[in-house]
């Protein structure tokens, strides 16, 4: 939670995210455990917590927004007003930006393979066209697709393969275009998060862009037999219709997206009203994110080849870092890298002490109803 509260505070004062950040407030419908371990964890690290429980009582909270609502299952809300959302792709765009005019080089480029030379040094990478991007430092921030690059590139090379250390999972996840003569009623409306019932639920409410976003929480694998490095393994499926915003998703997504969004319907009740009256539904798409046992970085040098490095891994909530997370990677690099986090962030580590199981995949592609005969070998 240490790197949590670095993050916030840098989404709240750096200049470079800080007009993408907002602090619109979040109530988490759960039971009282978990809920109580948010506030301990403030009041251990800051002495205080702005993050509250409270009594669920739809009819009066929230000026009764909340009344036809479900909450079965829950018997406390955690009430944080200084929690907020952040413009994703501004931000990376911003921070790219940032990097660029203080004088790095930024190149765009699809890569086929990584370069190694004898005794698995990594001398950089191959891209398409010929193109041949060389560096003393490899950094591999290949999210959901790092195991399908290591087993592609080295199949006869088991020691670097990822061997589970993090699995490529999905999210389904639908965007609602608010009217512009709507807008008004979402000045003040902040994130609920339903982890209850069988398909948890959340949304972001609409920024500059009139986007609300609807998320299923359960995710998935795409696990694939990779014929030439003889192992199983979970990849983003090739269809480019799936992995981008659009509307070329099999059938079943379409059900699952429906699924989410009366599920969030009936947990937020009558706020949910002007959405689902007045909204067209934008698009809807798997997220995608290399998913750890533990939910943490895998921020390391790769054992089996010198001057190959790893930075990827965790949850799908790792993106917030974009802020901050560059700071330990360049520690990482120089070997400066605190030795507690260097043991928790490392290659071959004890994967226990997470804090968002619910995040782990509980299902695979293939097994969802609508999709059989998708998995595929490669």
């Not at 007003?81 to 792709?89: C, I, L, Q, S």
């Not at 993090?166 to 512009?180: D, W």
């Not at 709507?182 to 862009?209: L, V, Y």
């Not at 226990?352 to 999709?371: E, F, H, N, Q, V």
């Amino acid at each position: 939670m240490e790197l949590t509260l670095e993050t916030m505070n840098m989404w709240k004062k750096d200049p470079v995210v800080m007009p993408l950040y907002h602090e619109t407030k979040i109530l988490f419908a759960r039971t009282e455990g978990p809920s109580q371990t948010v506030v301990d964890n403030y009041e251990s690290l800051t002495g205080e917590s702005p993050a509250t429980l409270i009594d669920p009582n739809p009819k009066k909270d929230f000026a009764g927004i909340f009344r036809d609502g479900y909450w079965s299952g829950v018997s406390k809300c955690t009430w944080n007003p200084t929690a907020g959302w952040g413009e994703a792709e501004e931000a990376l765009r911003s921070v790219i930006q940032a990097a660029a005019d203080s004088g790095e080089q930024y190149v765009v480029a699809d890569v086929n393979k990584i370069i190694f030379t004898d005794g698995q040094a990594c001398s950089g990478v191959d891209a398409k066209y010929g193109r041949v991007v060389r560096s003393e430092h490899t950094v591999l921030c290949t999210g959901a697709r790092t195991a399908q690059l290591l087993a592609d590139n080295s199949p006869d090379v088991p020691e670097l393969q990822v061997n589970g250390r993090m699995v490529a999972a999905a999210a389904a996840m639908g965007l609602f275009e608010v009217p512009e003569d709507q807008m008004f009623k979402f000045e003040s409306a902040h994130i609920p998060i339903h982890s209850m019932g069988d398909i948890p639920a959340e949304t972001i409410p609409p920024g500059p862009k009139r986007l609300c976003k609807c998320t299923h929480e359960l995710s998935f694998t795409n696990n694939i037999y990779h014929e030439t490095s003889k192992q199983t393994i979970s990849v983003p499926p090739e269809p480019l219709g799936q992995s981008i915003w659009s509307q070329d998703l099999p059938k079943v997504s379409n059900t699952k997206s429906k699924k989410s969004a009366k599920n969030l319907q009936d947990v937020l009740g009558s706020c949910q009203t002007t959405i689902s009256r007045n909204s067209s539904r934008k698009t809807k798409v798997p997220i995608r994110d290399a998913v750890t046992p533990n939910q943490d970085w895998i921020i390391c040098p790769h054992p089996a080849s010198c001057k190959l490095y790893i930075a990827a891994g965790g949850s799908f909530h790792g993106w917030k870092f974009l802020v901050n997370v560059g700071k330990y990677v360049t520690q990482m690099l120089d070997g400066k890298l605190d030795e507690t986090e260097a043991r928790r962030w490392a290659w071959d580590r004890l994967d226990d002490g997470g804090a968002c199981a619910m995040y782990l995949p509980s299902r695979d592609l293939k097994d969802i109803d609508g999709y059989t005969g998708m998995s595929q070998s490669v």
